[in-house]
């Protein structure tokens, strides 16, 4: 689970304009949230304050069952796929093992399996980032971030650089991923269709100072299908919640 | 595959003509306006002096050669190590840059002589002043590179608990070997000029004859054909030296940027 309570952060050079101010968030363990808001609100340095990357300069933060943020239950899938291009696939994928100095075997044997849960071939493992297409190089990036087995999961912008049948693609990957492993998510967008279809609770965020306004519940039940964004009745929540959307910016 | 030699072909043959134009309109000028050998001479004399010294032009280029690659090559060890110390520390780095800055601004030529002062005429002191010449672009590019690192990496090793050395050894070093490349590339070809340069002061050996010593007894013996040839030997090795860096740097770069078959 996290909980944040009025978590403010500020940085250097105008502490005066914080960043973030006041935000309250509650997410329950096993829980799927996005966070919707406008470019610059300070979605990516919410879920940088949930990693442990920033230091928030007030409020109180609690992550997994700790205190303070354990980074080693935190998955973290970046907006870009963030990949070493001189490591093939296998070798981006086992990285965050390797750093905890695991043994080669096991990371591995948990490299490979990643690899075929987020969809790609075994033959994929040995390629380089550059001889990947922009949709499979977030697999391995999502791979990666699953492959030390993360409580929580934190997604920013995943899939904005994507044409948008790919990232519809991706969207039903990823919540069958999550119907399997259940952790805990937090994917940032600003995307409405996208964070309806994918989360149970849609955050709306406001910028300036960046601060979590309203909440969507989002009712369908899950396997959640393509066939989803078709129906009246996610239409209508879209349609509602990107209204909503609308009075935060407005 | 098949495509390559045509590509080569494509390359090669528009300089190549333009060289054969130059070298008619530069003989026909000489001969017509019958221009003194010891202001231009004709390609044809140029030729002609550099077979007639070929074997001491070629001790001069492997001699040239050898300073400006040992010089290289230091540069690019020292050049590194200096950057690897400035990318860990902050403080270091702003106490020290303006210095390394400074070094490529020292008028090489006015601290030749302290040089063969300290360290004596010959192969030692060419080098020590091909070093001081090519040194700096070594040390600017691999800093950068240490230091430039993605945003989304940095996190990335931060959240995973990578030490410092884990991130040196397996993020910043893999990182900077493009910028490396790229520094190596310049400094190739300010090697050769420093070895010249070097050889001006410090390369007057019996023994020993660079193609600085060359361009230094051509100028007074008026004999500008084999000054030109000096010249296109100097700038042939400058050639040579790029292209093999380059090579070598093709060869590293693989994985960053060679275009490889996804199938």
């Known amino acids: 689970m996290i909980s944040a309570r009025q978590i403010s952060v500020a940085f250097s050079p105008s502490p005066a304009l914080p960043v973030l101010d006041g935000l309250d968030l509650q997410v329950d363990q096993g829980e799927f949230v996005s966070v919707l808001g406008s470019s610059g609100c300070g979605k990516s340095t919410l879920l940088k304050v949930i990693a442990g990357l920033v230091v928030p300069s007030r409020g109180e933060l609690t992550v997994g069952q700790g205190q303070a943020p354990g980074r080693s239950e935190i998955g973290f899938v970046f907006q870009d796929p963030t990949l070493l291009p001189w490591r093939n696939v296998i070798d981006n994928i086992r990285l965050p093992l390797e750093l905890r100095g695991q043994p080669v075997r096991s990371q591995l044997d948990a490299a490979g399996q990643m690899l075929e849960m987020v969809g790609l071939q075994p033959e994929d493992g040995l390629k380089f980032p550059r001889m990947l297409s922009g949709g499979m190089r977030m697999r391995v990036s999502l791979a990666r971030a699953l492959v030390t087995q993360p409580d929580i999961l934190l997604l920013d912008e995943p899939f904005a650089a994507l044409d948008d049948m790919l990232r519809q693609q991706l969207c039903e990957e990823l919540l069958e991923i999550w119907q399997e492993l259940r952790q805990t998510i937090v994917f940032v967008t600003h995307n409405v269709s996208e964070a309806v279809f994918l989360s149970q609770q849609v955050y709306l965020m406001q910028a300036e100072p960046g601060r979590l306004v309203d909440q969507v519940e989002v009712p369908f039940p899950f396997p959640r299908k393509a066939s989803l964004r078709g129906e009246a009745g996610f239409a209508r929540l879209v349609e509602d919640a990107s209204g909503r959307l609308r009075e935060t910016v407005a | ?263």
Not at chain 2, 228 to 240: D, P
Request: aromatic content about 8%; proline content about 5%; hydrophobic content about 55%.
């Open chain 2, 1 to 263: 595959m098949n495509q390559s030699p045509r590509r080569w072909i494509t390359i090669l043959i528009p300089p190549l003509v333009l060289l054969l134009l130059t070298m008619v309109v530069w003989q026909l000028a000489v001969t017509l306006l019958e221009i003194k050998p010891y202001l231009l001479p004709s390609p044809a004399a140029v030729v002609e002096a550099a077979i007639e010294h070929r074997s001491e032009l070629f001790s001069a280029i492997w001699l040239t050669g050898r300073a400006a690659g040992l010089g290289l090559l230091v540069s690019i060890l020292l050049g590194t190590a200096t950057a690897l110390v400035f990318s860990q520390s902050r403080v270091v780095r702003r106490s020290f840059y303006p210095y390394a800055i400074a070094l490529q601004t020292v008028p090489i030529v006015a601290i030749a002589p302290l040089i063969v002062n300290w360290f004596g005429e010959g192969f030692q002191s060419v080098v020590l002043v091909t070093v001081i010449i090519s040194l700096f672009p070594v040390i600017t590019s691999v800093t950068t590179g240490l230091t430039s690192i993605d945003e989304g990496l940095h996190d990335l090793f931060q959240l995973n608990q990578g030490s410092r050395w884990q991130q040196l050894v397996k993020l910043r070093i893999p990182s900077a070997i493009p910028s490396l490349v790229t520094g190596a590339r310049t400094a190739a070809g300010l090697a050769v000029v420093g070895a010249i340069v070097g050889e001006f002061f410090a390369g007057a050996s019996v023994t020993e004859r660079g193609l600085g010593y060359f361009v230094l007894y051509a100028v007074p013996n008026l004999q500008t054909d084999l000054l030109f040839g000096c010249v296109i030997a100097a700038t042939l090795l400058g050639v040579v030296m790029f292209v093999a860096v380059s090579l070598v740097g093709t060869h590293l770069l693989g994985r960053w940027t060679a275009e490889m078959e996804t199938h």
